[in-house]
Every structure is written in structure tokens, then in C-alpha cells.
């Protein structure tokens, strides 16, 4: 059974349930169409992280976001 993590930045910036209904079928046509895995198995599982909670290059993307 495959599995598929998609992490996305939440709040504000989350992605609408639409968006995540067409991350859901994207991601699952392409391990259907790539790795001919069968769709029924594929598990999809999108977490939303807040900013606070996701770093790069040592900083928040809190952080990050606020020099910008």
C-alpha cells in the first residue's frame, strides 16, 4: 500500500479543500501512472504545518518570512 506524506505550511497560506482534493488525485494518478500502483491502496495524508513548527537554515519560517 503506498503511501504519500504532502506537507504544506498551514494558517493563512493553507491550501483550500479543493487544492487538497486535487494534491490528493495528482499525487495518487502519478504513482498510478510511474510505479503502476493501484489507486484504491494509495493512502494520501496531507499535514498542514504552522510556520512556527518548519525551519530552514537554522530559522523559522516565521522568521524567515519576516525579513522578506
Do not use: C, H, Y
Not at 494558517?11 to 504513482?31: D, F, S, V
Amino acid at each position: 500500500m503506498p503511501f504519500i506524506n504532502i506537507k504544506v505550511t498551514g494558517g493563512a497560506e493553507a491550501p483550500t479543500a479543493e487544492q487538497k482534493e486535487e494534491l490528493i488525485k495528482g499525487a495518487t494518478e502519478l504513482l498510478q501512472r510511474v510505479l503502476n500502483k493501484n489507486p484504491a491502496t494509495t493512502v494520501v495524508i496531507i499535514e498542514e504545518v504552522a510556520t512556527d513548527n518548519w525551519g530552514i537554515g537554522g530559522e523559522s519560517i516565521t522568521k524567515r518570512r519576516r525579513k522578506q
